[in-house]
């Protein structure tokens, strides 16, 4: 099954970019997303790439895939205050598997 | 309407007593979910409904038992809880679970669930 990995923990500056990496395991997974979750909320959908994409650009938001590495990143343009959350990459085969999270710290 | 409402917000029961909760989405979407969130971690799932079939049981225990009255409702009814059962409780929907479809998930705000 997949298994997927990230980071526990990143601090960036306010106004400076904010990289969160995640390798996953299983090739086969079809789409890879990155959910937000903001203390004591749900979790919210940011982005999804298909497997047979390499990039995917929303607004502040980049979405990098290494199919090789089986990595992926997402990277926020503009780092706000509002930013602050957890980031949960996940990955798809029978069901969605999610990392453990990646804690998002802006400094400002 | 994006949203998945969830009731109620926060639920404080004891070891002995019987309640559900509930989850509602009016996106038409086919495909429900139930979650549990501890501290810390990320969401572990417990249960899809597909079509208003239970399609997955993540092997949750008998003390949880969900139940979908129609497409647009989802309840988890919860009986003799134990304490390490707190948590956050997540419903989420998706539009089917299809193959070659992203599977694209909409959470509700969760119940965060106490058990004395």
């Known amino acids: 099954g997949e298994d997927v990995e990230q980071s526990l923990f990143l601090s960036v500056r306010e106004g400076d970019s904010s990289v969160i990496n995640c390798t996953y395991t299983?090739?086969?997974?079809?789409?890879l997303y990155w959910y937000k979750q903001e203390p004591g909320a749900g979790l919210q959908l940011l982005t999804y790439?298909?497997?047979?994409?390499d990039m995917k650009q929303d607004q502040r938001l980049t979405v990098l895939l290494n199919k090789k590495d089986k990595h992926l990143s997402l990277r926020i343009a503009d780092t706000q205050t509002g930013d602050s959350a957890i980031y949960f990459c996940a990955g798809r085969d029978d069901k969605i598997i999610f990392g453990k999270g990646t804690r998002l710290h802006i400094l400002p | 309407d994006t949203e998945v409402t969830q009731t109620p917000k926060h639920l404080v029961m004891g070891m002995t007593n019987k309640k559900s909760l509930k989850c509602e989405q009016h996106?038409?979407?086919?495909?429900m979910y139930w979650y549990k969130q501890k501290a810390k971690k990320p969401p572990e799932l417990m249960f899809v409904y597909s079509y208003e079939k239970l399609s997955i049981n993540e092997s949750v225990p008998s003390r949880f038992s969900p139940e979908c009255p129609n497409s647009s409702l989802l309840n988890l009814h919860l009986h003799a809880l134990q304490p390490e059962d707190s948590a956050l409780y997540l419903c989420a929907s998706s539009q089917d679970r299809a193959s070659g479809n992203p599977d694209t998930q909409y959470f509700g705000p969760g119940t965060r669930l106490t058990v004395l």
């Open positions: 299983d090739s086969s997974s079809t789409y």
């Open positions: 996106m038409g979407h086919r495909a």
């Open positions: 790439i298909f497997s047979n994409m």
